[in-house]
Nanobody, 115 residues
Framework: QVQLVESGGGWVQAGGSLRLSCAAP????????VNWYRQAPGKQREFVAR???????NYADSVNGRFTISRDNAKNTVCLQMNSLKAEDTGVYYC?????????WGQGTQVTVSS
């Protein structure tokens, strides 16, 4: 079983910043794409950002220009830098690692943005 460890969530005022991290096993990390998803109370889980094996990135329209996803293959870590946070960014953020046809999920980390 692959275990992903997320960290960096917390409480911040609107306009502030947070940085989330996701650590993954080194054996498969460099060969995997990594996504961040989030789930707000009462809503479905939604895609936030993705970094491919080669470092290419994609973002949801709602976060484009404010969030930056990056990976460090030497540290087996993916980070999500979140700037200019809004109340609607509140939710549980999940790291998702895609290795071939396999999907692994972290336990989630809470992000709360107060307006």
């Amino acid at each position: 079983q692959v275990q992903l460890v997320e960290s960096g969530g917390g409480w911040v005022q609107a306009g502030g910043s947070l940085r989330l991290s996701c650590a993954a096993p080194g054996s498969i990390f460099s060969a995997s794409a990594v996504n961040w998803y989030r789930q707000a109370p009462g809503k479905q889980r939604e895609f936030v950002a993705r970094v491919s094996r080669g470092g290419g990135t994609n973002y949801a329209d709602s976060v484009n220009g404010r969030f930056t996803i990056s990976r460090d293959n030497a540290k087996n870590t993916v980070c999500l830098q979140m700037n200019s946070l809004k109340a609607e960014d509140t939710g549980v953020y999940y790291c998702n690692l895609v290795f071939g046809v396999l999907n692994y999920w972290g336990q989630g980390t809470q992000v709360t943005v107060s307006s």
